[in-house]
């Protein structure tokens, strides 16, 4: 399924004409994977200079609008890493890899430490961390940091360190257009664009990709403008392999309010004993899953969207009127306001919800260093797909796995640093020209805008071959106009890598005849491990 259209550049270049930049290591992202990767880097002794590029300002990715938490085992007498690691094992849905699990589980404590050490401030009940439960986990063992603000503190503390640290040089409202590759494939940095200044040459020994997620896809998601599965494009156009795309997460619980961006009401608050109630005041969660409320996200997805349809409905609704006033406020200061900002009030009145794409389950096939299927390139965080989730992200193991892999990423890119020497700045005379295209072009935002639409009707909470395929076609027609353009700017080359990633995903859900975790198919509601206990790998030579 190779589209006819895909080139490998997304603009022509020369890169002995341009700006050229030289480091040890380029970081694209700016989330907990990205800087924690950059500031383990950075300790390298000698070597590990690292340049940071993100694609808005620095605090603005998914890690910082993280509300729910970070899951790690702290209570071993109440918990332990082989509840956690059944737990994610039970949500990934019979195709996470054990190993990693295991690895991931039992690594987080130690990673959880050092952010103390650097000042996160963990949530305490006296002097021990407050640990509270979600919906998929054994145990309480769920961190928080000034309640509802977990990613934000993380990414704060991260993000202030690497902006003093005298090896990480920070570059903000950087669009990274492609990876550079040489003629046997190894990454060599990326091809880099400012407003001010244009293209920019980046030339680098290693390259960690660390660009989130893709929510900006769906009509309806939690994920901020930036999220449009960038990194995931431009891995595919280099060669990288992709898996589990079929596999995107979405969150039960977003406030629906017509017209007003969606916002999220973290599952934390389910945990807390928040029910779930139709417009009619029905709690109807009993009825779909002996775990209520605090069933897996697919599951509550699913439930939520079937009452609807029963009650003609647009949305159901979060009643939390049993709950202590006080401890409520304090718990959700976030949320609160969010509320209040719309006259609600969390304490007294029902809480419209209704569910949105939220988290990328595939991504760019890593192994369990980070490594990707291209030489000298590495993927961590939501752009990845390290094996740990599986089917169904567990609740809260998002940011573990991005303090763990960016930590082991950055640890293996130190000891092939030192192993490698230190070689002189790379230099390749890499040109690429994008024959004139003579096709009408469409306009960029009508595009997107139906294509979040397409994608959110035929390849969302529920899916069948016939929407599937139509999707496909209707996204094919798209590229037809649009692939083969070269744009100017951000709003084209995003559009660009959303018709990529969008057509990938619907392939993959087409392809995957069952229903598994977040992929569920309306004309094949069974889960068949005979056939499908086993993963969907997209790649340049696979869709040839």
């Known amino acids: 399924m190779r589209h006819r259209n895909l080139r490998r550049y997304l603009v022509g270049f020369e890169t002995t004409g341009l700006p050229q930049i030289f480091t040890d290591c380029l970081v694209i992202g ?7 990767a950059a500031l383990e880097i950075a300790e390298a002794p000698g070597e590990g200079r690292v340049l940071v590029v993100t694609k808005g300002e620095l605090l603005e990715s998914n890690s910082y609008y993280a509300q729910g938490g970070i899951a790690a085992v702290i209570d071993e007498k109440a918990d332990s890493p082989e509840l956690h690691a059944a737990d994610t094992l039970a949500t990934g849905c019979g195709i996470s890899d054990p190993a990693v699990v295991e690895m991931v589980v039992r690594e987080g404590p130690e990673r959880i430490r050092e952010l103390l050490a650097w000042g996160t401030p963990f949530d305490r009940d006296g002097e021990r961390l407050a640990l509270t439960r979600e919906g998929g986990h054994s145990a309480r063992r769920i961190l928080h940091a000034s309640g509802d603000a977990t990613g934000r503190e993380i990414t704060q503390i991260l993000a202030a360190q690497a902006r003093v640290h005298p090896k ?62 960038d990194g995931v494009s431009i891995a595919y156009r280099a060669g990288a392999d992709l898996s589990d795309l079929e596999f995107y997460q979405f969150h039960p619980t977003t406030l629906y309010i017509a017209g007003a961006s969606r916002a999220l009401i973290s599952e934390a608050v389910r945990g807390e004993g928040g029910r779930l109630v139709d417009r009619n005041g029905v709690r109807f969660m009993p009825d779909y899953h002996p775990d209520a409320e605090l069933a897996p996200r697919d599951v509550v997805s699913r439930a939520i ?45 029902l809480i419209p919800v209704r569910p949105a794409a939220h988290y990328m ?184």
């Open 30 to 36: 700016g989330g907990v994977a990205g800087l924690r």
């Open 305 to 349: 969207v079937r009452q609807m349809a029963k009650t003609d409905s647009t949305n159901v609704f979060l009643d939390l009127k049993h709950l202590p006033q006080k401890e409520l406020y304090a718990r959700f200061p976030f949320i609160k306001q969010i509320c209040k900002d719309f006259d609600i009030d969390i304490a007294r009145d």
């Open 168 to 229: 990480i040089a920070l570059r903000e409202r950087t669009f990274t257009i492609d990876l550079l590759t040489a003629a046997d494939g190894a990454c060599l940095g990326a091809l880099l664009w400012q407003p001010h200044s244009g293209l920019t040459v980046c030339w680098a020994r290693f390259t960690v990709l660390a660009t989130g997620g893709a929510g900006r896809l769906y009509r309806e998601t939690t994920n901020p403008d930036l999220a449009t599965g």
């Open 361 to 544: 389950v595939g991504g760019v096939c890593v192994d369990a260093l980070g490594r990707t299927t291209v030489e000298r390139l590495y993927a961590s965080g939501e752009v990845s797909c390290t094996g740990l989730h599986g089917a169904n992200r567990l609740g809260s193991n998002s940011l573990l796995e991005a303090i763990v892999y960016g930590y082991r990423t950055g640890r293996d890119v130190i000891e092939r640093l030192a192993a490698n020497g230190s070689p002189g700045p790379l230099r390749s005379n890499l040109s690429f020209k994008v024959a004139r295209s003579d096709r009408t072009v469409l306009d960029v935002g009508d595009v997107g805008n139906s294509l979040r639409a397409v994608m959110w009707r035929n390849v969302g909470i529920e899916r069948d071959e016939r929407h599937l395929r139509e999707t496909e076609e209707i996204i094919e027609f798209w590229q037809s106009y649009v692939l083969d353009k070269e744009f100017a700017g951000p709003a084209g080359w995003e559009l660009q890598n959303m018709l990529t990633l969008s057509r990938l995903i619907a392939r993959s859900a087409c392809e995957r005849t069952e229903s598994r975790g977040t992929h569920f198919r309306s004309d094949f509601p069974a889960r068949d491990d005979g056939k499908w206990q086993r993963h969907i790998t997209r790649g340049l030579k696979a869709d040839t």
